[in-house]
């Protein structure tokens, strides 16, 4: 039996942890306030249920489709992303299971070796670490500068070895919100151009990027494939069409990328070992119907403005989000772990930001409902005269 295997499957995340324990408190009839998982509650655009609905009708709209996916389905994505100035095409494209399916085929191509390393930029998504390790490479994470959490350049050239081979970027971020600047992606990516130079191996920049579209007052959000050559993005439809639990997403790659052929072959080898066969064919023809027109985010903006107001006047101090669904509120003796405890005990689940490299800080979700947010600043509110 595969011990480490076991335990994964023993030791749910912290983040799921909390969430059941909700979801069983629920089931008894009893009140909770959960803002725990980033499953987003706007709802998915109605051309999406009109798509399906007419997919539903056709008659290999369940049949399996390429490895790669549809080739219809791939040139939509290849066209819209290379409306960004970087050419694309449907042969750079492979249709995945969500972002999650497309980080570990991503994670498998790149690590040959046990002594690989696949490095993260804090705060980052616990489950990066999870991905890294399965495929059998060393995660190393590189911590940021101030509540800004600006990208600690010197300690990311520190970190680089000649074992690295990618560093991942998530931005809009899980869990700060922050969308990192054009200035901040370049200085990261001067530092990869150097260092792959130096080793003779291109360091790729995976970024992840299931929040694209969730970005709130006009901010900025660079296309990094612009800023570095060796970007593979990691994409979802997960959080941009409210569709979390159907599992589609893409890997596209530049095609002026290094070794192109070699990547891309790589990314089918992977997700076949994996045993993915294909993305789900019914969202794949959803693809193939795409209209550029997300869920309604101003939810999201609506609830991250009330939480900042009510726990700015509580006495909290918080990050300011500029795209995602979170934010992180600092914990007032900077124990994250005994406020959450106390938080649940009133029944208000919110998860400590330690396992996301933040310790001290604490991830709210706000893909929640209006009620769910009022409802939760009456807790900390609670909370606030312990
Ligand atoms: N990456 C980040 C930063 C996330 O927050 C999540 C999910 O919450 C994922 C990846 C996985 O998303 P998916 O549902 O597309 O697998």
């Known amino acids: 039996m595969n011990e480490k295997m076991v335990r994964l499957g023993q030791n749910r995340s912290e983040i799921r942890e909390l969430f059941e324990y909700g979801k069983l408190l629920q089931e008894k009839g009893m009140d909770v306030c959960d803002l725990t998982l980033g499953n987003p509650t706007a709802k998915t655009p109605d051309w999406v249920t009109e798509v399906l609905s007419n997919g539903l009708k056709s008659k290999d709209v369940h049949a399996y489709t390429s490895a790669q996916g549809s080739f219809k389905a791939r040139t939509v994505i290849a066209n819209s992303l290379s409306k960004n100035g970087v050419d694309f095409s449907a042969d750079s494209i492979v249709l995945t299971c969500g972002a999650a399916a497309s980080l570990c085929g991503v994670f498998k191509t790149l690590v040959n070796s046990e002594n690989d390393e696949i490095i993260a930029l804090s705060p980052y998504f616990p489950e990066y670490k999870v991905f890294v390790e399965g495929c059998g490479a060393r995660f190393k994470t590189v911590g940021f500068l101030g509540d800004g959490f600006t990208p600690d350049i010197s300690a990311l050239d520190k970190a680089i070895t000649k074992n690295t081979r990618a560093?991942?970027?998530?931005?809009?971020?899980?869990?700060?919100?922050?969308?990192?600047?054009?200035?901040?992606?370049?200085?990261?990516?001067?530092?990869?151009?150097q260092k792959s130079i130096e080793f003779n191996n291109p360091i790729y920049l995976v970024s992840d990027e299931p929040y694209r579209e969730i970005v709130f007052d006009n901010t900025l959000l660079p296309f990094i494939p612009k800023l570095y050559k060796n970007t593979i993005i990691c994409?979802?439809?997960?959080?941009?069409?409210?569709?979390?639990?159907?599992?589609?997403?893409?890997?596209?790659?530049?095609?002026?990328?290094?070794?192109?052929?070699?990547?891309?072959?790589?990314?089918?080898?992977?997700?076949?070992?994996?045993?993915?066969?294909?993305?789900?064919?019914?969202?794949?023809?959803?693809?193939?119907?795409?209209?550029?027109?997300?869920?309604?985010?101003?939810?999201?903006?609506?609830?991250?403005?009330?939480?900042?107001?009510?726990?700015?006047?509580?006495?909290?101090?918080?990050?300011?989000?500029?795209?995602?669904?979170?934010?992180?509120?600092?914990?007032?003796?900077?124990?994250?772990k005994e406020f959450a405890t106390r938080a649940k005990e009133l029944g208000l689940l919110i998860v400590p930001a330690d396992s996301f490299g933040a310790s001290g800080w604490l991830r709210i979700a706000t893909c929640v409902t209006k009620q769910t947010a009022e409802n939760a600043l009456i807790l900390f509110e609670k909370l606030s005269r312990k």
Do not use: H, W
């Open 235 to 336: 994409y979802s439809y997960s959080k941009s069409l409210s569709l979390a639990g159907e599992r589609i997403g893409y890997i596209a790659i530049p095609t002026q990328i290094d070794e192109i052929n070699d990547l891309y072959a790589g990314f089918l080898g992977s997700l076949r070992s994996y045993g993915y066969v294909c993305a789900p064919s019914l969202f794949q023809y959803m693809i193939e119907n795409f209209r550029e027109e997300y869920a309604d985010f101003s939810l999201y903006e609506n609830n991250t403005a009330l939480l900042l107001e009510g726990l700015d006047k509580l006495g909290f101090v918080c990050n300011q989000p500029k795209g995602a669904f979170y934010l992180l509120v600092k914990a007032p003796n900077g124990n994250s």
């Open 167 to 193: 560093i991942i970027i998530n931005s809009p971020n899980n869990p700060s919100g922050k969308v990192y600047s054009k200035e901040e992606i370049l200085d990261i990516a001067n530092l990869l151009t």
